[in-house]
Nanobody
């Protein structure tokens, strides 16, 4: 698997929306999980949203529940993160990541096998 590019970041006002996209060549949802992490300045990288392919279930960290939606297009090898009602605290560099199914703890960045390039999201007041 290789994450070839990520896009969709940018500057948006609080309350606005962005859609992040990440291209994952060689990704097969059958035996992997895939999702998004973020890292704000001075903070550790944290898990934001995850899609576990084995049970086809999305996961969200509490701070984004009800605002963010993850989706996976297996045919196009793409993973998306729709972000609505953005807040200042969502400002961070967002990374797509993937891991072999059954071989990771949810939202544990140390367990990720693959990382994409980051895309900057900046939310202004």
């Amino acid at each position: 698997l290789r994450f070839s590019w990520a896009s969709g970041g940018g500057l948006v006002q609080a309350g606005g929306s962005l859609r992040l996209s990440c291209a994952a060549s060689g990704f097969t949802c059958d035996d992997m999980g895939i999702g998004w992490f973020r890292q704000a300045p001075g903070k550790e990288r944290e898990g934001v949203s995850w899609f576990s392919c084995d049970d086809e279930r999305p996961w969200y960290t509490d701070s984004v529940k009800g605002r963010f939606t993850i989706s996976v297009d297996n045919a196009k090898n793409m993973v998306y993160l729709q972000m609505n009602s953005l807040k200042n605290e969502d400002t961070a560099v967002y990374y797509c990541a993937a891991a072999v199914a059954g071989d990771y703890d949810l939202f544990d960045s140390d367990d990720m096998d693959y990382w994409g390039r980051g895309t900057q999201v900046t939310v202004s007041s």
